[in-house]
């Protein structure tokens, strides 16, 4: 029944995408939004975090995060930021797919499409890889476009290049848990801890800065197991502060690889404002947090 329900979900999905030529970006996100989260998406005093992502896709636009959306262009505004030593060593780029040197990789490594969100082949032993399989999944990534999707501005002009890179491990010796750090106008406020990707049984678990575990769930269930605080959790929130400094709001996402923090990539549009906070109180919880210029908006 759920597989059923899964499919009947995807194909409404489908159908409403199919529309954003003929409708406006406006008429398009309140089509898709009242599709998604089950409520009506109020642009004139939006409250919830959803409703406010939305407002900013369409009135806040800023041309220069095109290049903080592109995983090779980050990187090079991150080191400027903060340094060299947050950022995971790069081993190749290529333009298309078809120009990857699969020869010359090493045993392990990480490939994706630098204009794409979720679509990475993780290499652990070379001599396993199915190199055809993973170009079927660089390739779906390669034809997304987030900006006909979702109307995520950044992505409109990105030009998809393939990128590879150092694979690694933390702590657990056999995944990279992923912190999700949200921040607004500079500063952050809580975050996510993304675990078992590798095994694709996705968890995100919220905390406050205090590592207090948060009870809402946004489009995965919980982990089973505590997540510890990590020791540098300090030096994690600084530099999800300057990397946010001077943007409204901003997901700042790191890597900590025993004791060593990596930068991953910066995401305006968590969810694309697109999935459901259960309860739904941390919807307008979250919400409060991204100020508004509007007139009269309960903020």
Sequence with gaps: MKNHHSLIYRIGRKLITMSYPILSD???LKLLFRYQCGYKLDLENPRTYNEKL????LHDQHPEYGRLV???????YVAKIVGEKYIIPTIATWNTIDEIDWVSLPNQF???CTSDSGGVVVCKDKSKLDIEKAKRKLRKGWGKNYYNQNKEYPYRNVKPRIIAEQYMEDESGYELKDYKIFCFDGEPKY?????GR???DTRFDFFDLEWNHLPVLNGHPNSDTPLKKPENFDEML????????????????????NGQIYFGELTFFHWSGMTKYEPMEWDYKFGEYIKLPIKGCKQ
């Design 198 to 200: 590798q095994q694709n």
């Design 70 to 76: 592109d995983k090779i262009d980050a990187k090079d």
């Design 191 to 195: 975050l996510f801890v993304a675990t």
């Design 110 to 112: 990480v490939i994706k």
């Design 238 to 257: 600084n530099v999800a502060r300057k990397l946010s400094k001077g943007m409204t709001e901003v997901r700042v996402d790191l890597y900590n690889v």
């Design 54 to 57: 939305q407002w900013l896709k």
């Design 26 to 28: 406006e008429a398009y």
